[in-house]
């Protein structure tokens, strides 16, 4: 149990609205990822700090420093790190879109509301399958 506890990829979802982190959370969790929530960027980029995942799912659309920012603070951090953008606003005219997010340095970037299928197999071609 701990071998694979250790090999388990971890990702760290990043979103204001708690029944969306918590549904990206349920699903990644139940397809074998490990996880952990933050509700604003200052959480997360606290978590961030104490142990950097191997992947970042980020809401684009928060109160505080996030989005294009965000991105951008993470990737200086950790070059490395993978990303995902998501957000309901993506060209609805709110000066948000997945090129932007792309152009930040995300690695993908998904419209909401996010369709698990999607969002899973995003994980698995950036990071790989999960353990199981």
């Known amino acids: 149990m701990n071998e694979t506890a250790k090999t388990r990829v971890d990702v760290l979802v990043i979103d204001d609205d708690a029944i969306m982190r918590e549904l990206m959370a349920?699903?990644?969790?139940?397809?074998?990822?490990?996880?952990?929530?933050?509700?604003?960027?200052?959480?997360?980029?606290?978590?961030?700090?104490?142990?950097?995942?191997?992947?970042v799912v980020t809401d684009m659309f928060m109160p505080g420093a996030c989005g294009a920012e965000a991105i951008a603070r993470l990737k200086a951090e950790q070059p490395g790190i993978v990303l995902i953008a998501v957000s309901g606003y993506f060209n609805s005219g709110q000066?948000?879109?997945?090129?932007?997010?792309?152009?930040?340095?995300?690695?993908?970037?998904?419209?909401?509301?996010?369709k698990r299928r999607e969002l899973i197999q995003a994980v698995a071609e950036l990071v790989g399958p999960p353990v199981r």
């Open 26 to 55: 349920d699903w990644l969790e139940a397809a074998g990822y490990r996880v952990r929530q933050a509700g604003d960027c200052g959480t997360a980029l606290a978590e961030f700090k104490r142990q950097a995942p191997a992947l």
């Open 95 to 114: 000066g948000l879109s997945a090129e932007a997010a792309l152009s930040a340095g995300a690695d993908r970037a998904l419209p909401k509301p996010v």
